[in-house]
């Protein structure tokens, strides 16, 4: 049984950092991402890597900000997030593809993705 849960989020100031978790359960090498949501609006996919190969994709929102990474041996997806803003705030969700849908053109497409966590609440003050 796929299972995935989220940790690490919080609040902090513009400029700060924070580190989710997404701990993973039930897999093996697949497709994963990490997508927020603000009320209103649809899941914004924002990193996305394939914890078998070295292939990882960033929004370009946060490209240069953020960094996705994967430890095979504790199975957790991880987003450093750095020099963070209040357009930042979201709930923070892990997402995994064991169907292969999620590739290079699609990977930020929720509906590609067949597994998700619950979400962590992230909140960046001005």
């Known amino acids: 049984q796929v299972r995935l849960e989220e940790s690490g989020g919080g609040s902090v100031q513009t400029g700060g950092s924070l580190r989710l978790s997404c701990r993973a359960s039930?897999?093996?090498?697949?497709?994963m991402a990490w997508f927020r949501q603000t009320p209103g609006n649809e899941r914004e996919g924002i990193a996305a890597?394939?914890?078998?190969?070295?292939?990882?994709y960033y929004a370009d929102s946060v490209k240069g900000r953020f960094t996705i990474t994967y430890d095979k041996s504790k199975k957790t997806l991880d987003l450093q997030m750095n020099s963070l803003k209040p357009e930042d705030t979201a709930l923070y969700f892990c997402a995994a593809d064991t169907g292969g849908r999620a590739t290079v053109r699609r990977w930020y497409r929720p509906s590609n993705y067949n597994y998700w966590g619950q979400g962590t609440q992230v909140t960046v003050s001005s």
């Open positions: 039930g897999l093996s090498d697949t497709n």
């Open positions: 890597m394939a914890t078998g190969a070295p292939y990882k």
